[in-house]
């Protein structure tokens, strides 16, 4: 199958979890995970009709971006960012989606007053204990969200989570209904307005969908499996 076709499917699963949970399939948005693929390959999903991407590393985006310049892309960081990239990555990104520390947070600011430039941010929340996920804890979210609204040049957004990987579905369910708990607690105690959950990757978005997800991040359902 085709990448256009790929896409059909997956809007039309999207608004089936959409009708199911009572949503406005217009709340939710499909971001291509772009890791690994060719600007030729963004290029083919983009005329499919995609709008967002979002990129893992910084290099590997530095590399690409400029190559697709000509399109109207709205680029997301998915991946961990490292302070040292952070110069890269203001001129590079329209949101941060991976913001999980307040000196990633104090970095963001520092390069992004020197450009002069306001960027999008969402908390990354690691939900999981696993080692080798990262995201601040459910626990330091709300000092972290505080943090960040006093920055002049970030601007927050709402929430990301990267879920464990489970064969039953609804064994995922929990997290990505924590995630949007947490999110509504911010908002009652920080009196702000976060509209965004990203969350729901290719083999569980619909139930992502269903709790309340405004950003899918899918890669292989769109572009087929990675060859690393
Ligand atoms: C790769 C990636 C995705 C997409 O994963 P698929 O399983 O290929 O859909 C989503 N989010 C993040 C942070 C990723 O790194």
Request: hydrophobic share 40%; with cysteine.
């Amino acid at each position: 199958m085709g990448v256009r076709e790929n896409v059909q499917k997956i809007k039309e699963r999207i608004e089936r979890a959409c009708e199911r949970a009572g949503r406005d399939p217009g709340e939710v948005s499909i971001l291509a995970a772009s890791k690994t693929r060719t600007p030729e390959e963004i290029r083919e999903v983009f005329e499919a009709g995609i709008r967002l991407f979002g990129e893992n590393r910084v290099q590997e985006a530095r590399d690409k971006i400029p190559l697709l310049s000509d399109l109207s892309i709205e680029w997301h960081m998915i991946g961990h960012l490292q302070r040292n990239k952070v110069k890269y990555a203001v001129n590079l990104f329209d949101v941060v989606e991976s913001l999980d520390s307040k000196e990633l947070a104090d970095e963001l600011e520092k390069r992004l007053s020197k450009v002069g430039k306001r960027m999008r941010v969402f908390i990354e929340v690691k939900l999981s204990p696993e080692e080798t996920k990262h995201g601040c804890s459910p626990e330091e979210a709300l000092e972290l969200a505080k943090y960040v609204l006093s920055l002049e040049h970030l601007k927050l957004e709402g929430l990301m989570t990267v879920p464990p990987y489970f064969e039953d579905l609804e064994l995922v369910r929990p997290y990505f209904r924590k995630l949007r708990e947490i999110r509504d607690n911010l908002e009652d105690a920080l009196g702000v307005n976060l509209p965004h959950l990203s969350m729901g990757m290719s083999h569980d978005f619909e139930v992502a969908v269903e709790e309340g997800a405004t950003i899918v991040r899918i890669g292989t359902a769109i572009f087929g499996l990675r060859n690393y």
